[in-house]
């Protein structure tokens, strides 16, 4: 192996990603040379110049790097659009990070760290977000009873969604109702 390979792998440079792809040996996984995943043993790690040797070779792609994606850059960027669409999906579920995590093919603590990296929040915090950007739209729309919206939107009571709300928003529920029918 090159020592510039070698050196591209210990420090996960992105540089190198569409140069080769290296092989764990003893895990039969492979990566991009810029994953973050633990760096393997020198004597462990074989050279491939595209996606499909390692295949061939039964290796299996990292879930981490995803290798087999031609995109590497929107990987992290394709994992949150799909937790926030999970999570926008099932607004009104609880849904723990364990699930949602589970859901994407990602730990749980690699999710949140990545999710916060990308978006400024956690997907809880992310979640909330949502739920009172949705009771918001229903508030000004409809004449239903604050109770109602947030039930609907995914609060399980009403001072849990008026202190949620307040925080976000500064004001109240009902005075941002009546705020928005006089404006």
Same mark, same amino acid.
């Given at each position: 192996?090159k020592?510039?390979?070698?050196?591209a792998?210990?420090?996960?440079?992105?540089?190198?990603?569409?140069? %080769? %792809?290296?092989?764990?040996?003893? $895990?039969?996984?492979?990566?991009r040379?810029?994953?973050?995943?633990k $760096?393997?043993?020198? *004597?462990?790690?074989k050279? +491939?110049?595209?996606?499909?040797?390692? /295949?061939?070779e039964?290796f299996?792609?990292?879930?981490?790097?995803?290798?087999? &994606? /031609?995109?590497?850059?929107?990987t992290?960027?394709?994992?949150?659009? #799909?937790?926030?669409? +999970?999570l926008?999906?099932? &607004? $009104?579920?609880t849904?723990?990070?364990?699930?949602?995590? #589970?859901?994407?093919?990602?730990?749980p603590?690699?999710?949140?760290k990545?999710? #916060?990296a990308? $978006?400024?929040?956690s997907?809880h915090?992310?979640? &909330?977000q949502? @739920?009172? *950007?949705?009771?918001?739209?229903?508030?000004?729309?409809?004449?239903?009873? &604050?109770i109602?919206i947030? /039930?609907?939107?995914g +609060? @399980?009571?009403?001072?849990? +969604?008026?202190?949620? %709300?307040r925080?976000?928003v500064?004001?109240?529920?009902?005075?941002?109702?009546?705020?928005?029918n006089?404006s």
């Amino acid at each position: 192996m090159k020592e510039e390979f070698w050196h591209a792998i210990v420090a996960c440079n992105q540089d190198y990603d569409s140069i %080769f %792809f290296y092989g764990v040996t003893t $895990t039969k996984i492979f990566c991009r040379p810029s994953c973050r995943s633990k $760096t393997p043993k020198r *004597e462990n790690v074989k050279i +491939f110049y595209n996606p499909k040797e390692p /295949l061939a070779e039964g290796f299996r792609p990292c879930k981490r790097c995803r290798p087999d &994606l /031609l995109h590497h850059a929107t990987t992290k960027e394709m994992v949150v659009n #799909k937790a926030k669409q +999970f999570l926008s999906e099932r &607004l $009104t579920e609880t849904i723990p990070l364990r699930q949602l995590a #589970k859901e994407l093919y990602v730990s749980p603590f690699y999710l949140q760290k990545m999710f #916060k990296a990308e $978006t400024g929040m956690s997907p809880h915090q992310f979640v &909330l977000q949502q @739920r009172v *950007e949705v009771a918001k739209k229903r508030m000004v729309e409809t004449t239903l009873p &604050l109770i109602h919206i947030a /039930l609907e939107v995914g +609060f @399980r009571n009403s001072a849990h +969604f008026s202190s949620v %709300f307040r925080k976000m928003v500064g004001c109240t529920p009902t005075e941002y109702r009546s705020r928005a029918n006089h404006s």
